[in-house]
């Protein structure tokens, strides 16, 4: 699949019509930014059912003010609405794909029921 560019109008329709959507923040000047780019492009092509997503920190402030992005690049993994991982710095092919494959494996049910106990626990009622 091709990496896709997404803004604040489009953020929450891509995150919501697909089960596994990757964000890479960037911004164009950024350097480790531009050498990671070919990666994600290259590891977007074996994951046709994954969404590879781009947010440009610059252009879309808002967003990434939301997610308090404070290094970039930064990868976000978002599973059924759910964000699993938000990691600074660019990933290697394999580790990327490691990733993917460890999101991908994951039992979203477990993973909802450990957060609403950890909210129990904690007494957080707000949504995640």
């Not at 531009?34 to 808002?62: G, H, I, M, N, R």
């Amino acid at each position: 699949m091709a990496v896709v560019d997404i803004t604040s109008a489009t953020f929450d329709e891509t995150l919501t019509g697909n089960d596994l959507v990757l964000i890479d923040f960037w911004a164009d000047w950024c350097g480790p930014c531009k050498s990671f780019a070919p990666v994600y492009e290259k590891v977007s092509e074996a994951y046709p059912d994954v969404v590879f997503a781009k947010v440009d920190t610059e252009a879309e402030q808002e967003l990434a003010a939301h997610f308090q992005i404070r290094s970039i690049p930064t990868i976000m993994v978002v599973r059924q609405q759910v964000i699993l991982m938000a990691q600074p710095g660019a990933l290697r092919e394999p580790d990327l794909k490691d990733v993917i494959e460890k999101a991908l494996a994951l039992n979203m049910d477990e993973v909802r029921a450990s957060i609403e106990a950890e909210k129990l626990v904690s007494g957080d009622s707000e949504q995640v």
